[in-house]
């Protein structure tokens, strides 16, 4: 248990910005499977939608600390790819 008063409010805002942090990556997952089952349904259009609604969340990600840039950029380029191949 923490012993110190800033100990004590290092937890709590830890707490508080796990469960920020959490919403924001969950965010980021919905945007990313409606792209995905755009993709399996074969809808091109409404893909690249999905997409381009998709990409302003993964840089928001990147811009707030919950994704790396290089995972946030590989999973963009893996998108455009398979929705290019449509």
Known sequence: M???PQA????????AR???NGARISRIRNFV????SAIEGGDKPAAAEALKAAQPELARGV????LHKNAASRKLSRLTKRVAAL
């Open 18 to 20: 796990a469960a920020i």
């Open 33 to 36: 499977k409606k792209v995905e």
């Open 63 to 66: 811009a707030r600390g919950v």
């Open 8 to 15: 004590r409010k290092r937890i709590r805002r830890n707490e």
């Open 2 to 4: 923490a012993n110190t």
